[in-house]
Each structure stands twice: as structure tokens, then as C-alpha cells.
């Protein structure tokens, strides 16, 4: 007789998520109940197409763009896989989007819950590591709010937390 062999655990996959701190900082997130928020407003369909990708328990490095001083300033977790995004049917929202019906939705997003706030890893410290060169967000012309992370970037980013 032969023992079941069953598959290890699925690891997460890693993300960067580009977010503006005057809609929703590190620190509005940490003041919400249980820490969770929609990650809403994407209107991209490369980035739309990432966050169908994502896993519940993926984990996302939160960044800050679109700001005095971007950069790193959390980690979050998916906590609530891709549904549709109720600010592209909302005529009052900056992301309507008048061809998305209810009934047919182009636009989903994720839910995110805070894991740890970081000390800031700016974007400048990005660029200077060279072990990050190859990083999404350091690529010239993208401006995707949400790419995939390298495992080898992850870890290099939390090494850079940890000497800071």
C-alpha cells in the first residue's frame, strides 16, 4: 500500500500595487475595520488581467505613486479574490465607465487586508539597488498600477527593510 502524496502548498505570487496616498495611504488602511479595502478603480486591462491572476493570500508590496515621495510603504495580502468594480457604474465616480453594463462588467478588482506597514523604501532606493534593475516599476515607460514581483525582487526589497 502507498501513501497519498499531496502537493505541496501553492506559494503566493507577489504583486505591485500603485496606489495614490490622498485617495487611500498606508495609514488609511491601517485605520480601517479589520484593515481591509477594495482595491478599486483600475482601468487597465493589462492590470485588470494581473488581479484575475491573483490568489487569495498573494501578497503585494503597497506602493505609493503619484506623491512627494513614492515608493514602498506596506505589504497587503489578496483577501478577496476578482469581482466586479462598482465605481464603473457609478456616473458620480472619477471611474465610471459608461460602456460597462451590470450585466456585462469590464472592471473588477481585489480585495487587499494590511499585513505590516514598512518605513518608506523610496523610489529613489529602488533605482539605486542594483539587484532591483530589473524590476517592473523601475522599467522605462510603464505605468501599470499593478505588476507582478520576481520572488528574487521580493526578497531584495525586504532586505533593503530590514537594513533601514
Known sequence: MTAAVSSPPTAPNFWLMKGEP???SIDDLARL???TVPWTGVRNHQ???FMREMRLG???FFYHSSCPE???AGIVQISRLAYPDATQFDPQSK???AKSKPEAPRWEHVDV???RKLPLISLATLRETPALADLT???RGNRLSITPVDPVHWDQVLQLVATN
Open 22 to 24: 490622498d485617495e487611500c
Open 33 to 35: 475595520p479589520n484593515q
Open 47 to 49: 492590470a485588470r488581467n
Open 58 to 60: 498573494d501578497l503585494a
Open 70 to 72: 513614492p515608493g514602498i
Open 95 to 97: 471611474y465610471f465607465d
Open 113 to 115: 487586508q494590511l499585513v
Open 137 to 139: 516599476i523601475l522599467q
